[in-house]
């Protein structure tokens, strides 16, 4: 960044607030009349591993503070560096169409069956065997932000996108709403990150779920609300970090052939 931009910059920070004014609050929308749920894309967690750049201050991606092990929200870089609440809402299988990192790397499409993401492939630029087909485990989730109370609940709308290795927390997660019995989003969870290993002895990060109790009204109706509105196919899923090449090894598998041995169980 040259002295210019960084001035630039500089001034372009000051110049916003940083707390909303009271003479914002309880602004009707207006701007956005014509934006529907069908024009939002969600965000993910993502987890940071040591070959992720949002930690490495050199790479345009790095949030400040971001240390191995954090979770982050892929579209606002918010970081989580402890555990966090959260609603199951939904849950869909996706077949994710990915880029090996040798080729570029990428995002190339998500369909609802194998067969439709493979039928895809001879459309791809390049040769077939420079993709893969990703079997994704995709939990819409509502994460409660701080500050939420039983009564007046903080939810964010956001994705936890796992395949490979991180598949056996996915099932963990499913056999758990399904023990407990009910609508899925009946029950709060916690989300946190534990150091494993592969079976080749290398450390990786991944995902841990376990059981908080039970929602309050409040949270169960906004969550209901949420599952109608994604089961009627009104949210979709933002890919765009992977589209551009930055998503990390932990959340998107658009690296070598080595991944398996890798992240293996």
């Known amino acids: 960044m040259t002295k210019k931009n960084e001035v630039a910059k500089k001034?372009?920070?000051?110049?916003?607030?940083?707390?909303?004014?009271?003479?914002?609050?309880?602004?009707?929308?207006?701007?956005?009349?014509?934006?529907?749920?069908?024009?939002?894309?969600?965000?993910?967690?993502?987890?940071?591993?040591?070959?992720?750049?949002?930690?490495?201050?050199?790479?345009?991606?790095?949030?400040e503070g971001a240390q191995i092990g954090h979770m982050f929200n892929t579209i606002t870089n918010e970081l989580f560096s402890g555990p966090i609440q959260f609603i199951?809402?939904?849950f869909r299988k996706e077949y994710i169409i990915?880029?090996?990192?040798?080729?570029?790397?990428?995002?190339?499409?998500?369909?609802?069956?194998?067969?439709?993401a493979v039928r895809a492939l001879p459309e791809l630029e390049g040769n077939a065997n420079d993709y893969e087909v990703v079997d994704t485990?995709?939990?819409?989730?509502?994460?409660?932000?701080?500050?939420?109370?039983?009564?007046?609940?903080?939810?964010?709308?956001?994705?936890?996108?796992?395949?490979?290795?991180?598949?056996?927390?996915?099932?963990?997660?499913?056999?758990m709403v399904k023990l407990a019995g009910g609508d899925r989003f009946s029950r709060i969870y916690t989300l946190s990150t534990t150091?494993?290993?592969?079976?080749n002895g290398d450390d990786y990060w991944n995902y841990r779920v376990s059981p908080?109790?039970?929602?309050?009204?409040?949270?169960?109706?906004?969550?209901?609300?949420?599952?109608?509105?994604?089961?009627?196919?009104?949210?979709?899923?933002?890919?765009s970090d992977e589209a551009s090449g930055t998503a990390t090894k932990s959340e998107s598998p658009n690296v070598d052939k080595d991944f398996d041995d890798e992240f293996a169980e």
Do not use: C
Request: glycine fraction near 8%; charged fraction near 30%.
């Open 88 to 90: 199951p809402v939904y």
């Open 212 to 239: 908080a109790g039970y929602v309050s009204e409040p949270m169960y109706r906004k969550a209901e609300e949420t599952y109608e509105a994604i089961s009627s196919g009104e949210r979709k899923v933002d890919y």
């Open 137 to 175: 485990h995709v939990h819409y989730i509502l994460v409660l932000k701080e500050g939420s109370t039983k009564e007046k609940p903080i939810l964010e709308e956001v994705v936890l996108s796992l395949s490979k290795s991180q598949n056996k927390v996915s099932r963990q997660l499913n056999t």
């Open 11 to 63: 001034e372009s920070t000051d110049l916003a607030v940083d707390t909303r004014p009271d003479f914002l609050k309880g602004g009707s929308g207006r701007g956005s009349e014509e934006v529907s749920t069908s024009d939002i894309t969600l965000p993910r967690i993502g987890l940071i591993q040591d070959l992720s750049p949002q930690h490495k201050q050199s790479k345009p991606e790095y949030i």
């Open 98 to 116: 990915w880029k090996t990192r040798k080729q570029g790397g990428g995002f190339f499409g998500a369909f609802d069956s194998e067969q439709e």
């Open 195 to 199: 150091e494993e290993q592969n079976k």
